[in-house]
């Protein structure tokens, strides 16, 4: 299906094509800030932006409930989850929860960030920027940490969590 239009197209259109994009599912967590508990949600937008200087890049919504603290956070934690982990990313992903809440798979880490367990890579970063996109926020952050293990990743495509087919063709 094709539609053009000079301002935009169908939104329903523009989702359908976005969920093609497969991608791997990403956490980001914030620690609270005064009078916040931490906050946590599942980004699908999350990507390497630049090695020199070294930055990578997520979106957030600006109703987010996560958005408070992500808005005063120095530091933010981005952590790949491992093919094991739907639950972990389901968990999120739902709104209006203590994400935190029954969750015991957790420790504080560098700058008070919330860790999560069993993840395939986690990477601590310095916010360098907030940029407004429309109804979303771009945060920058520089890498100051990071940790990685050698596992299978759990990516999201066409609505939903897969896993990689490491069958040969």
């Not at 916040?36 to 979106?59: E, K």
């Not at 809440?101 to 993840?119: E, F, K, R, S």
Request: contains cysteine.
């Amino acid at each position: 299906m094709t539609v053009t239009a000079p301002y935009g197209i169908d939104p329903h259109l523009l989702l359908g094509a976005l969920r093609r994009h497969a991608t791997t599912v990403t956490v980001v967590t914030a620690p609270g800030g005064p009078g916040l508990p931490p906050a946590g949600f599942t980004a699908t937008s999350f990507t390497s932006v630049s090695l020199r200087p070294q930055l990578v890049s997520f979106c957030l919504d600006r109703d987010s409930t996560s958005w408070p603290a992500v808005q005063q956070a120095r530091h933010v934690a981005v952590h790949l989850l491992a093919a094991d982990q739907q639950e972990l990313a389901r968990t999120f992903a739902t709104k209006n929860v203590d994400r935190f809440a029954d969750l015991g798979a957790w420790t504080p880490g560098p700058y008070g960030m919330p860790l999560l367990h069993g993840v395939m890579a986690t990477l601590v970063c310095e916010v360098d920027a907030r940029v407004p996109a429309g109804d979303h926020v771009i945060v920058l952050g520089r890498p100051v940490h990071a940790e990685h293990r050698d596992a299978e990743p759990l990516l999201y495509h066409q609505g939903a969590y897969r896993l990689l087919d490491r069958a040969e063709p």
